[in-house]
């Protein structure tokens, strides 16, 4: 399966978004969302994809793919309405939260061209999905797991189905998802045409581009290993005894930071600890609901919660500017989730530092996967309040001062629950609607994300 290694823009330079050939109400709402020029990705893949033709794509994380498969399908999809529980366009992602980034991402561009997106994940209520597919999609956004719930109760039919992009199909493989990927696939018409966008193009996901795509155009613009011009690799050696000082101290610094531990429960200790020590911090992992998600998404982005510490069910679902530095508390487990947890930082251009934390007993096998990835970090030793730390990380002196945890509410008596629930609002709602989300402007910015702190990158 031969892949370009490398796109580069032609010697008369980077094509505008006009040259690629987008229609004129997209062309006004990149303007309006503040895109101001491609990112190599969509400028390598857009004049493929709005010909029609199957697209096997490879970019990494940050690059823009989410725009460069979003606005050839809506362009596709554009001039036509959909029907009843029949979606016209597809997009398979492995995560929810990676779900409501791509509806985010085009929502405004879908707008623009009177098209509807809807999103379908597991955590939100089966049956307002339902409803939305019930109105007619023009654009259905998925996990694999819910739509194969409802394609199974008959709620969404997929025989109408003219473009299907598989976004991150590797870590849908790594995930076991293929098996319901290559059954959603079997329903969608056989001649429509499919894009897919993955880090790396071999073994699983290679099978599902034979039996899939159609004589695929090939695109790559940059190695499926690190990126090792915008990101700063070190491996901090910590004594086991000191360790969580260390983390406490790291996660005391300025700026945004992501931790990244193996197990729920280790994310939930990390942050009860961490809150103890005087840092707002958050949990992320797969044993939270999906509101509780969105909330800590939503804070971290915003910046009420400058810390997140999350499992690798982060490493692929978020896209959030200006992360400064990802933490490797527990060692990967793999090359890929090496690189996929450091993406989260050096998006869209910007620079970044990854480091990890290796114990003794750790040492050699993190030596064995950086070297796998592609990775030449700077080794250090370090301890609580020792100078190479803050050079690397930005290191401070945690306050000591407890984060107050909020109060858990409180189970309505007896004989007042009508008063009760009428006192309450209506916040349970907030985040199902489908992800369709304001015009955000600002700053200037590239078809790769957005330059303003916090912000939603379009990755």
């Known amino acids: 399966m031969p892949v370009e290694e490398l796109w580069t823009a032609p010697e008369s330079g980077m094509p505008s978004f006009a040259d690629l050939g987008l229609p ?13 020029a491609p990112f190599p990705i969509q400028a390598a893949t857009l004049p493929v994809t709005l010909k029609g033709q199957d697209l096997l794509g490879r970019g990494q994380t940050g690059s823009g793919k989410t725009l ?15 029907t009843a529980r029949k979606p016209r366009g597809l997009v398979l992602v492995p995560t929810r939260e990676l779900a409501q980034q791509v509806v985010d991402a085009l929502d405004p561009f879908a707008r623009a061209l009177g098209l509807r997106t809807a999103v379908v994940v597991g955590g939100l209520s089966f049956n307002r999905q339902a409803d939305a597919l019930a109105r007619g999609v023009d654009l259905l ?16 039919d997929l025989s109408a189905i003219e473009v299907t992009a598989l976004d991150e199909a590797d870590r849908m493989a790594d995930m076991g998802f293929l098996p319901q990927v290559r059954a959603i696939l079997d329903l969608t018409p056989a001649d429509g045409q499919r894009l897919l966008f993955s880090a790396t193009l071999d073994g ?24 090792v011009d915008t990101m700063d690799h070190h491996t901090l050696l910590v004594d086991s005894a000191a360790k969580a000082r260390v983390v406490a101290e790291i996660a005391a610094r300025e700026g945004r930071t992501i931790l990244f531990a193996r197990t729920k429960h280790g994310v939930d200790r990390w942050v009860r600890n961490l809150r103890r020590d005087g840092i707002v911090s958050v949990g992320l992992h797969g044993g939270k609901s999906q509101n509780q998600r969105n909330r800590a998404i939503a804070d971290f982005k915003e910046g009420r919660t400058p810390v997140l ?12 500017d200006d992360v400064s530095l990802v933490v490797h508390i527990d060692p990967p487990a793999d090359p890929k989730d090496y690189l996929h947890r450091a993406g989260r930082t050096a998006r869209g251009g ?7 934390l290796v114990t003794p007993e750790e040492r050699r096998d993190v030596d064995a996967l950086t070297r796998q990835a592609g990775v030449r970090p700077t080794v250090h030793d370090v301890y609580p309040g020792a100078q190479s730390l803050r050079a690397v990380t930005g290191s401070r002196e945690p306050s000591g001062v407890a984060v107050v ?8 008596p007896r004989g007042q629950g009508r008063r009760a629930r009428g006192r309450q609002g209506g916040g349970a709602a907030a985040g199902q609607a489908g992800g369709r989300g304001g015009s955000r402007r600002g700053g200037s910015r590239t078809g790769g994300g957005r330059s303003s702190g916090g912000r939603s990158s379009a990755a």
């Open 350 to 356: 910007e620079s970044g530092t990854v480091v990890t």
């Open 204 to 227: 699983d996901v290679a099978a599902l581009v034979t039996r899939y795509l159609h004589d695929p155009v090939t695109r790559a613009v940059a190695s499926a290993r690190a990126a």
């Open 141 to 156: 956004v998925a996990t694999p797991g819910r739509l194969t719930d409802h394609t199974t109760q008959r709620t969404a």
């Open 68 to 82: 460069a498969f979003g606005l050839a399908l809506l362009s596709r999809l554009a001039g036509g309405r959909a």
């Open 24 to 36: 004129e109400p997209v062309l006004r709402a990149l303007d309006a969302e503040g895109f101001t």
């Open 405 to 412: 945890e909020p109060k858990p509410v409180q189970a309505t």
């Open 309 to 320: 510490v999350a499992t690798d069910v982060a490493a692929r679902g978020i896209h959030v």
